[in-house]
């Protein structure tokens, strides 16, 4: 069953018409319909408002392969707002205002690509895992991603005891690598153990 039908199968079951349901969901009754008729396709936030409105996980109304592709999008989007923070770093000593624009740009990208956080929520209801985390977790073990997270923190640290005015730059470039890093590998070993 395509997942229009669904959606208007679940609506008709709770006896709800789409006036009320755009109402609620802040979701337009014509962008509703058109969802229904298969004419186009709603993003994950939008099914996940739908699926609180109904009180229905999210799981109940979408399978995780209709929306593989758009998570695996968004995933690779949030992963790469750590790139402006990067280069923030590297013009903190040329340009105060070119690195604030920097960080700004990764929240920006933070915020767009996971609405808020609202993506984590999603991904854990439908059992999908972020590439990156699967990429580290399929090419090194826990031993070896910790050790090079440090590794990466430390001589981060170094370069910028070592020589500041020269280095710091690229030092704090690495300490915030290495900040980052470990921050994954808790992610992808550590975040869920009880």
Do not use: C
């Not at 700004?104 to 991904?123: C, L």
């Not at 710091?168 to 070993?189: N, Q, T, Y």
Request: no cysteine.
């Amino acid at each position: 069953m395509a997942l229009g039908e669904r959606l208007k199968d679940i609506r008709d079951d709770k006896d709800i018409s789409i006036q009320e349901l755009a109402a609620n969901t802040k979701i337009s009754a014509d962008k509703l319909y058109n969802f229904e008729i298969n004419n186009e396709k709603p993003n994950v936030f939008q099914l996940d408002k739908l699926a609180q409105f109904y009180n229905l996980s999210l799981s109940d109304i979408v399978n995780k392969e209709e929306v593989e592709k758009e998570l695996k999008i968004r995933s690779w989007i949030a992963n790469s707002m750590i790139i402006p923070a990067i280069f923030s770093f590297k013009f903190m000593d040329e340009n105060n205002y070119i690195s604030i624009f920097m960080i700004f740009i990764m929240y920006i990208i933070g915020f767009y690509s996971t609405h808020f956080g609202k993506m984590t929520r999603i991904m854990e209801q439908l059992q999908f895992e972020n590439p990156m985390a699967k990429w580290i977790r399929s090419k090194l073990t826990r031993v070896v991603s910790y050790t090079l997270s440090v590794a990466l923190l430390l001589a981060g640290v170094l370069l910028m005891i070592i020589n500041f005015d020269k280095l710091g730059a690229f030092g704090a470039m690495l300490l915030d690598a290495g900040i980052v890093a470990i921050l994954a590998s808790v992610m992808v070993w550590d975040a869920n153990k009880n």
